[in-house]
């Protein structure tokens, strides 16, 4: 499952369906809205875009990681501290793949996909800077 | 000769319509699913140039001084990343979705 969306997931049913035959691993991550002194947090997405470039990067994982099943969720809209944001769900062989499938699924959602991240303030907002503030326009 | 119903005015032949997305900081500052009217031979960045000049702070958020577009704007044109260097001399042409956002911040 890849999916842009604004409610919530229920990860242990993901967790069950990932189980596909020759799994020996599930790997879950699962990004939270920290409690940096906001009041909320504020996501935006360019959604056409944002689900066919997690969708990119699933079946890039799958086949580098020779990963068994990969569910990416992203939440978008108003979220309190504690709530989801991001639920990466992979299953493969072993450990190692596992491991290393969910950190570049994280890694390249990170580097390029269009979303986007308000911290709400009792003053007000600001817009969080991604890891790579440098767009420059390039093609991916 | 089509009428287009936006600006309930005939439309002439050689009109194209065109969508602007901005997103996050840029969309707060300049809207967004702008749908305008451009004359053939319109250039990516002379249209968004046009289109942030109705708001000075949403200009100066994507351009600098120079006209040019801030290094960090991320262009697209109908899903595909286009470079900043090539927009100047890239066309839009009708029915093109054009997007324009800062560097992302998911995960």
Same mark, same amino acid.
């Given at each position: 499952?890849? *999916?842009?969306?604004?409610?919530?997931?229920?990860?242990?049913? &993901?967790?069950?369906?990932?189980?596909?035959?020759?799994?020996?691993?599930? =790997?879950?991550?699962?990004?939270?809205?920290?409690?940096?002194?906001?009041?909320?947090?504020?996501?935006? *997405? /360019?959604?056409? =875009?944002? =689900?066919?470039? &997690?969708?990119?990067?699933?079946?890039?994982?799958? *086949?580098?990681?020779?990963? &068994?099943?990969?569910?990416?969720?992203?939440?978008?809209?108003?979220?309190?501290?504690?709530?989801?944001? &991001?639920?990466?769900? =992979?299953?493969?062989?072993?450990?190692?793949? *596992? /491991?290393?499938?969910?950190? /570049?699924?994280?890694?390249?959602?990170?580097?390029?996909?269009?979303?986007?991240?308000?911290?709400?303030?009792?003053?007000?907002?600001?817009?969080?800077?991604?890891?790579?503030?440098?767009?420059?326009?390039?093609?991916? | @000769?089509?009428?287009?119903?936006?600006?309930?005015?005939?439309?002439?032949?050689?009109?194209? !319509?065109?969508?602007?997305? $901005?997103?996050?900081? $840029?969309?707060?500052?300049?809207?967004? +699913?702008?749908?305008?009217?451009?004359?053939?031979?319109?250039? $990516? !960045?002379?249209?968004? @140039?046009?289109?942030?000049? #109705?708001?000075?702070?949403?200009?100066?958020?994507? $351009? +600098?001084?120079?006209? !040019?577009?801030?290094?960090?704007?991320?262009?697209? #044109?109908?899903? #595909?990343?286009?470079?900043?260097? +090539?927009?100047? #001399?890239?066309?839009?042409?009708?029915? +093109?979705?054009?997007?324009?956002?800062?560097?992302?911040?998911?995960?």
């Amino acid at each position: 499952m890849i *999916a842009i969306q604004t409610g919530d997931v229920d990860i242990g049913t &993901l967790i069950t369906a990932a189980k596909k035959k020759g799994t020996g691993a599930v =790997v879950v991550f699962d990004g939270i809205v920290r409690d940096d002194e906001i009041t909320e947090m504020e996501l935006e *997405a /360019y959604e056409e =875009v944002a =689900v066919k470039e &997690l969708e990119k990067i699933g079946r890039d994982a799958t *086949a580098q990681f020779k990963l &068994l099943h990969v569910d990416i969720i992203h939440r978008i809209g108003r979220l309190t501290v504690g709530e989801n944001i &991001l639920i990466i769900v =992979v299953s493969a062989g072993h450990r190692e793949e *596992a /491991y290393a499938g969910s950190r /570049y699924i994280i890694e390249e959602i990170k580097k390029g996909v269009p979303i986007w991240k308000k911290e709400l303030t009792k003053d007000g907002g600001r817009w969080v800077p991604g890891d790579h503030a440098h767009g420059s326009g390039k093609p991916r | @000769m089509q009428w287009h119903d936006r600006n309930k005015k005939p439309r002439e032949e050689d009109e194209m !319509t065109v969508k602007i997305r $901005f997103f996050a900081r $840029f969309r707060e500052l300049l809207g967004t +699913d702008i749908v305008t009217d451009v004359a053939p031979g319109t250039m $990516f !960045t002379s249209l968004i @140039m046009t289109i942030a000049q #109705k708001n000075p702070a949403g200009y100066a958020a994507i $351009f +600098d001084d120079k006209g !040019t577009f801030h290094e960090f704007v991320i262009l697209m #044109k109908n899903g #595909k990343r286009i470079e900043i260097a +090539d927009a100047a #001399k890239t066309p839009v042409v009708d029915g +093109d979705e054009i997007a324009v956002f800062p560097p992302v911040a998911g995960g």
